[in-house]
Nanobody, 115 residues
Framework: QVQVVESGGGLAQAGGTLRLSCAVS????????MGWHRQAPGNQRELVAT???????LYGESVKGRFTISRDYAKDTVYLQMNNLKPEDTAVYYC?????????WGQGTQVTVSS
């Protein structure tokens, strides 16, 4: 059974930094796409950053220039480096993974940014 587990969330001050990690385990096949979404209370889930099928990185407009996604292929792990955090970044961050034709979601990790 495929497991997607996020870590690294917590409390940060505005202008601060957090680094999220997401590890995928239990897959019998290659993890082809990994990315991040977030959801704040009362809002719909939105794209933060993701790798496309061809391996390029895409970012939501609100995080461009501040967040960076990266991968460690050997460990089936994806990271989200979050710099210059803003209170508007406060949300639950979810990791997604694609294995063959199926998508998997993690349980989410809370990020809270104080002003």
């Amino acid at each position: 059974q495929v497991q997607v587990v996020e870590s690294g969330g917590g409390l940060a001050q505005a202008g601060g930094t957090l680094r999220l990690s997401c590890a995928v385990s239990g897959s019998m096949f290659r993890v082809t796409i990994m990315g991040w979404h977030r959801q704040a209370p009362g809002n719909q889930r939105e794209l933060v950053a993701t790798y496309t099928v061809n391996g390029t990185a895409l970012y939501g407009e609100s995080v461009k220039g501040r967040f960076t996604i990266s991968r460690d292929y050997a460990k089936d792990t994806v990271y989200l480096q979050m710099n210059n955090l803003k209170p508007e970044d406060t949300a639950v961050y979810y990791c997604t993974a694609k294995v063959l034709f199926s998508h998997y979601w993690g349980q989410g990790t809370q990020v809270t940014v104080s002003s």
